[in-house]
């Protein structure tokens, strides 16, 4: 089968002929149709240090994807040959105390496909049956393709009430916009999106009902006051890792408001904590995708209305996957899907 292969330890990826992988008794094989890339395929990309200490040579990358089973291992009961699937591609232990309390996306055991393991970006792939999960009819490939950071963006956006609230999502890139499209989905009031790339705010814009702010243009207080906020903004969802963002988020919410953390800031960053401290902000960490209980409500939320589309930018055809990655380092992109067909 052809397969995009980290073949070796420097930049770049390489479409490679590899075996269709075998797959044991709680397996399925699924043949893959579409698949997106991630920014965490940009970092195995560009081999940078992270990549470098975690990604083991040679391993077929991607972990975005939609497809069908082709077949089925001899345990695996409730799926079913030609089923369309897309699934769940962190696999997890089933030994440790969050495992066994049915927390399976708090495991720490935790380790991903197209990262630790045999990757998506290939005709075929092999996933534990447990990690799939079957698209309605009203969830196309491609959009099946971009359930992995749309469900980034659903765990995010639904770590707290929404409803009537305003929110603040820093980072117009496709996980923020479309925790925006959900935040507004869910019943937001005013829903502002931040950015400093006008590109990205454009593409906001074009996928859900939300205010723009270009904030090396402009104050966040006096977008606060423009809205007619009382105080600020009751919730944040930083989806940026910016070391600013993070901060003008802390100054720009209500006292007791909420935060929950999605971008991945570089490095050990500065925080203000007496600020936290005396506006007595709660804080949340968001890792993946809720497993999978994200998952039900993103398929339902996809079955009645909510609709992101339109941040799939570019489509290629997997063999012109260096085009594809070329609009994800440029950074102006919104989601690429690759088609394997
Ligand atoms: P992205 O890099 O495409 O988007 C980030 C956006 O933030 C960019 O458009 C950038 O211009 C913008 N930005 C930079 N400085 C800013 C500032 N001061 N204020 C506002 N915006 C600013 O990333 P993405 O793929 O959409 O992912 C969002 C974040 O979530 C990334 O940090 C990514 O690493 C992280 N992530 C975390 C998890 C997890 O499980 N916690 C999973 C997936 C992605
Ligand atoms: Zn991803």
């Known amino acids: 089968m052809r397969a995009l292969v980290k073949a070796r330890p420097e930049e770049g990826l390489w479409m490679e002929t590899r075996p269709v992988p075998?797959?044991?008794?709680?397996?399925?094989?699924?043949?893959?149709?579409k698949t997106g890339i991630c920014g965490t395929d940009v970092h195995i990309w560009n081999w940078d240090e992270w990549a470098a200490k975690t990604v083991p040579v040679p391993l077929v990358t991607g972990h975005?994807?939609?497809?069908?089973?082709?077949?089925?291992?001899?345990?695996?009961?409730?799926?079913?040959?030609?089923?369309?699937?897309?699934?769940?591609?962190?696999l997890i232990g089933k030994t440790s105390r969050q495992s066994r309390a049915g927390k399976f996306h708090l495991d720490p055991a935790t380790r991903g496909i197209g990262v630790n393991e045999q990757g998506a970006f290939a005709e075929y792939l092999r996933l534990p049956a447990f990690n799939v999960v079957p698209l309605p009819d009203a969830v196309d490939d491609e959009i099946?393709?971009?359930?992995?950071?749309?469900?980034?963006?659903?765990?995010?956006?639904?770590?707290?009430?929404l409803v009537g609230e305003d929110v603040?999502?820093?980072?117009?890139?496709?996980?923020?916009?479309?925790?925006?499209?959900?935040?507004?989905?869910?019943?937001?009031?005013?829903?502002v999106i931040t950015d400093v790339n006008p590109a990205r705010l454009a593409l906001a814009e074009q996928v859900a009902d939300v205010v723009p702010v270009n904030v090396a243009e402009e104050d966040l207080g006096d977008?606060?006051?423009?809205?007619?906020?009382?105080?600020?903004?009751?919730?944040?969802?930083?989806?940026?890792?910016?070391?600013?963002a993070l901060d003008q988020m802390v100054e720009s919410l209500v006292m007791g408001g909420r935060i929950a953390l999605l971008g991945i800031p570089p490095g050990k960053s500065p925080v203000d904590w007496s600020r936290i401290v005396f506006k007595a902000i709660t804080i949340k960490g968001v890792y993946g995708r809720e497993i999978f209980e994200t998952w039900y409500k993103m398929l339902a939320m996809l079955e009645n209305g909510l609709d992101v589309r339109r941040v799939i930018t570019h489509r290629f055809n997997a063999a012109d996957f260096e085009a594809g990655f070329a609009e994800m380092r440029g950074g102006a992109s919104g989601k690429v899907v690759l088609d394997w067909r």
Do not use: C
Not at 64 to 90: C, K, N, T, W, Y
Not at 169 to 190: L, Q, S
């Open 64 to 90: 975005e994807f939609a497809g069908e089973i082709v077949e089925m291992g001899r345990d695996v009961e409730g799926l079913e040959l030609g089923q369309r699937v897309s699934g769940e591609g962190h």
């Open 168 to 191: 603040l999502v820093t980072g117009a890139g496709p996980i923020g916009i479309m925790a925006a499209a959900v935040a507004r989905h869910v019943g937001a009031r005013h829903v």
């Open 22 to 33: 075998e797959i044991g008794p709680d397996d399925v094989l699924i043949r893959v149709n």
């Open 223 to 244: 977008v606060v006051a423009r809205l007619k906020m009382k105080q600020g903004f009751d919730v944040g969802l930083e989806m940026s890792g910016n070391q600013r």
């Open 144 to 161: 099946g393709a971009i359930l992995d950071p749309l469900g980034n963006a659903v765990h995010t956006a639904l770590s707290f009430d």
